[in-house]
């Protein structure tokens, strides 16, 4: 059964290979900071879930450290401006092809993987699905670009660590951010929030628990990048103690709209690198949070939209 492993292995050869591209730039001096970041990320990658859990904690130390410290990147090899205006004229609308594949096949993978069996069992684990197809179409999208513009693997790492290069150690936040909140759900956390806020605003109306609900998870989220990180810890803490176990609200519909209330605070944040740093990295824009200031009137309009749905629909009538 094809699981989340085979995409680990992926991503992990990957950054491996972002790692030795960095390990044999020999213009640049500090190129052992990012060679080593770079390394272990794809080691945890590779590896995560043989390694025993304190070396695995040792390999993230020596990244925030070096992250810390800087990673200061060489300049990296790769097309010129010039090169690729001429490339975008002869192919004009073909270039989009690659990034269209990824989404057509994500959806088409997601529909029919689920129906292919092998001896009787699924090929694909159930829970996966939507991942599994990703990384496919994540590969036939590169198989397209390497045609397309009839380049080798080589020139898609080049071009992958320049990605990376330019967006910095704020790549792994995602990752880091959803260990970060599965830490705090073990460790209680949503219990000393829920102390908290109950100590302070008086929880007597359904209405006030929502609010609260709605705009503590778009803050969580703010703080920790990632919606699925400050979902256990705020619905522990507020949502299942009061709205559903105190006034008799839907989980269902508490956790539906819980999550996009989240996803408010992910159009707000920095944290967030996967949506607001890395577009501002790729179109090489002056300001690194342009694209947050461009999203912040729609998240806290929905926002609002959220709480009030939640409050309509939430308790039974």
Known sequence: MIGLEPIYILAGLMFGAFAASHAFDRSNPRRWRSAVFWGCFAVLLLAGSWLPDLASGVLVLVMVTLATIGLKPGDDVTTGATEREVSAGKLRDRLFLPALAIPVITVAGTLLLP??????????????????????????????????????????????????DAIGWAAVLPQMLAALGAIFAVAGVGKVVATLVTGYIPMTLPF??????TTGMALFTVIMGNAFAAFPVMTAGIGLPLIVGKFGGDPVVMSALGMLSGFCGTLLTPMAANFNIVPAAVLELRDRNAVIKVQAPTAFLLLFANTAIMALFVFPR
């Open 208 to 213: 006030v628990a929502v609010i609260v609900y």
């Open 115 to 164: 129906k292919l069996q092998f001896g009787g069992l699924p090929l694909v684990d159930p829970k996966q699905v939507t991942l599994v197809a990703l990384a496919v179409g994540a590969l036939v999208g590169l198989g397209l670009a390497l045609r397309l513009l009839r380049a080798h693997i080589p020139t898609a790492a080049a071009e992958g660590r320049r990605l990376v």
